[in-house]
């Protein structure tokens, strides 16, 4: 865990998941969302505050982001798993909050950001007292995950500051990286960069 995310810990409200089902309390998925936020901006940097984060909601296909018609906003749509389960509900909006930041209407993100919404889901899971353990189960969300964790003792520092110089993550290009990351390699460099379908 970085420094950076140790020092966030503690600011949001306990809460007792044992009183009710996420599908049934809009108010508290508000609020988890609303802290993911907070966090999530604390470590990579502030939203695009032109952009709308709207209530979470729910898709037989989740988790992922959607965009409002008019792409003034986005929120994360849960999977139907996590309707009945806390766990999930901390592991997937965390995930898409990270998305949530830039929101450039839905283009393929890059494995740099997918990795880095990872690492933000395990660590909020474990802030929030749900054990991380078996997660990600998909593959290429494991790999996204170990480049991220190869930026290095800070890869949350790094990451806010690549992307306050390229502006968003999808920006990020190689010169950036070698420059924050001058060991890593070209073809490290070039796997983070590159686009995927995530599966
Ligand atoms: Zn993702």
Known sequence: MSWALGSLIGIGVKLDFNKSYPVNDEPRLWQLQTEFMTEAEGLFG??????IIYQPSWDVDGPHVRYTPNKDGAFAELGFNAKTDWRMVVYQPSHETVHLLDQHGGQQ????????????????????????????????????????????????????????????????????LKAKCPDASERIISKMLSKPVMR
């Open 109 to 176: 993100t890059n494995l740099l950001e997918e990795g880095a919404a990872v690492r933000f889901s395990l660590d909020m899971m474990n802030k929030y007292g749900f054990d991380p353990a078996g997660l990600p189960e998909i593959d290429s969300y494991k790999a996204a995950l170990k480049l991220f964790d190869s930026l290095g003792n800070e890869p949350y520092f790094i990451a806010k500051e690549l992307r306050s110089k390229c502006d968003k993550f999808i920006l990020i290009d190689a010169t950036a």
């Open 46 to 51: 502030s939203r695009d505050q032109a952009k």
